[in-house]
């Protein structure tokens, strides 16, 4: 062990030396080397970016990895069953979907169905004060108004779908309830208020008056519908639980569950027991994402790799005309007792290093660049902003160096060890 | 007393041409510690190829080499790089210092060989040492291009001297020097017998091989003694 270590030592030593002895040498070489091993950096850092943005926004569409989503349609008894399981539970939270109308009573609001404001789906309902709603029939007059999906909920949802706050704030759930609820838009939804200025008064299926909302907050939730969500205590003044499943609006029902947690076991349990019909899935956005990437980073590495082999074919040749430009340097240091093992060594060394030297180059250049990038681009794509350059992609570009030292020194390490010690002796 | 080397009839053949021709042919020789030896003869006589089958570059085709009386003649080139380190030192014509390193670097060359590990204070010392036995330590940090072609052998002794070998062995160490340098060489070359070390020098320099202790002649193979006058 002692010798090895002695002969490693004496390898770098060497090694470092030589490339201190032959900086231009070592200059082409990193140069040969740089790009392709920045093209590793570059579709490394690429890929864990993509990685990590389509997470993100599979997470915000549908839920954080691992979570299983129990899903319903709304009946009073399923509902009642709902509520009770996950009451004050931290480990998961049941989503109601209303229809809802804000702005003018007795009018058929701008986007019929909760339609996004740049379509139109047709169809949706009409809410008569505190009354039924019907379908929204070519004789309502049209008028200010927005229809929206609600979403009320029991408990924060933001543990188990990560909203992005865009402005004002998020819904506190440890208040006491407000008498006029508090709502947090959608992106769709912020675009609807700001282009038509509606009455703030709120018709839903089932309450036992209009309401008057407050507006805190705007989120990015990934709809293309526009959405409020409200917190379900403050809605249930209003609208008492024994209505949430109106008849005329119906609305469908979602629990989040944790992984791991007992709640899905106990309330599939109780809802089968009252018959109701659920779909369960579990979210799978790693699996997900890694077959809709595999194919994309296995291009993209290939052709990074066959850059990374042009870089390699250049410090091979760089090394072997080195060698032979140190025959007798090396025929030397073999008379003086080197063993051959140590003289491949002492090239391995020096392409080692410079793969490494050329690794922190394209490493630094990259961060560089994605700073800039992030600093440049991050206004009009979010998904830059404050963009921290994968600690991934530093790993594959000192991967890259390496084995491009490796396979670039190898062969002229060979030629080294073979040099005959006579050399000496016949110059 | 055991001879610090001893050939017997070493045999070299040169393979490889038209014809093989017999470079060396029964070779008898003792060297025995602190004692030194010159071998002259002509061009193409067989001297660096002796010279190289007493530094373990080179193996006989015949004969037995005996190192403190251990018999080297078949080292596996492992061993003999070890050897070469722990035991022999060299000086050659051409004085083979790199460049791009300074003096101290150079004869420091001799102990980063991958044969053991010296921390750098220790190394630094045994390097001055050697430059201060051959004269020069006041040039440590030259490099090879700042210095004469006598402090540029010197180095090369240093070199050769640092590991403290048992055996020196010098080809022309004087053959790219005026008289005074080389003889200021030869000086520190024999310097080193006074300590127990043996010297083999090949020189063409009738003068520097009769202030060695014994002359040996090599003609067409054939090792033979002659008297110094």
Known sequence: ?427 | MTALIELTGITKVLKGQQQPRTILSGVDLAVQPGESVAIVGRSGSGKSTLLSILGLFDRPDEGSYLLDGRDISRLPERKAAKLRSSHFGFVFQRFFLLKHLTAAQNVSMALVNGQGWLPRRARRARVLQALEQVGIAHLAKNRPARMSGGEQQRVAIARALVREPKVLLADEPTGALDTETGTAVIDALLSATTRGCGLVLVTHDRDHAARMGRTLDLVDGVLTQRVNA
């Open chain 1, 1 to 427: 062990m002692r010798r090895l270590s002695g002969r490693f030592r004496s390898a770098l030593i060497i090694g470092l030396q030589g490339i201190r002895a032959r900086k231009t040498r070592t200059l082409l070489s990193m140069v040969s080397l740089f790009l392709g091993v920045l093209a590793v950096v570059v579709v490394q850092a690429g890929a864990s970016i993509a990685d990590k943005a389509l997470l993100s926004d599979i997470e915000l569409t549908s839920a954080v990895d691992g979570t299983t989503i129990i899903g319903m349609s709304m009946q009073p008894k399923a509902t009642a069953v709902v509520l009770d399981t996950v009451h004050d539970r931290p480990d998961a939270v049941a989503m109601l979907g209303l229809a809802a109308i804000i702005g003018e009573p007795n009018v058929a609001p701008v986007n019929p169905g909760a339609s996004p404001f740049d379509e139109n789906w047709g169809g949706g309902m009409v809410c008569y004060g505190n009354g039924p709603c019907e379908p929204a029939a070519a004789t309502a007059p049209p008028g200010q108004a927005v229809e929206v999906r609600l979403t009320a909920m029991t408990a924060d949802v933001r543990p188990f779908r990560p909203l992005r706050p865009k402005a004002g704030q998020w819904l506190e759930f440890a208040t006491m309830p407000s008498m006029a609820p508090r709502l947090v838009v959608n992106l769709e939804a912020a675009k609807g208020f700001e282009r038509y200025k509606v009455p703030a008064e709120m018709r839903i299926g089932g309450a036992t008056t209009n309401i008057t909302p407050q507006f805190v907050g705007v989120v990015d939730d990934g709809d293309m519908q526009p959405r409020a969500y409200v917190r379900l205590d403050e809605l249930n003044t209003w609208l008492p639980s024994a209505n949430l499943a109106d008849p005329n609006t119906g609305g469908e029902m979602q629990v989040l569950v944790s992984q791991g947690s007992p709640v899905q076991q106990v309330l599939t349990a109780k809802l089968k027991g009252i018959g109701a019909e659920t779909w369960i899935e579990t979210v799978d956005a790693k699996k997900q994402m890694e077959s809709e990437l595999k194919l994309l980073r296995l291009v993209f590495l290939a052709m990074a790799g066959l850059v990374l082999l042009i870089g390699v074919a250049g410090i091979l040749n760089v090394g072997l005309a080195t060698v032979g430009e140190r025959v007798e340097e090396f025929a030397l240091r073999r008379a003086v007792g080197t063993p051959r093992m140590l003289l491949a060594g002492i090239v391995l060394a020096e392409t080692l290093l410079t793969g490494l030297f050329t690794a922190a180059v394209a490493i630094g250049v990259s961060a560089a660049g994605l700073k800039a990038v992030s600093v440049l681009l991050g206004d009009s794509e979010p998904f830059l902003q404050d963009m921290q350059f994968p600690w991934e992609a530093g790993i594959a570009g000192i991967i890259a160096g390496l084995v491009a030292g490796v396979l670039g020194g190898f062969v002229p390490a060979l030629r080294a060890a073979g040099i005959p010690i006579a050399t000496v002796m016949r110059a």
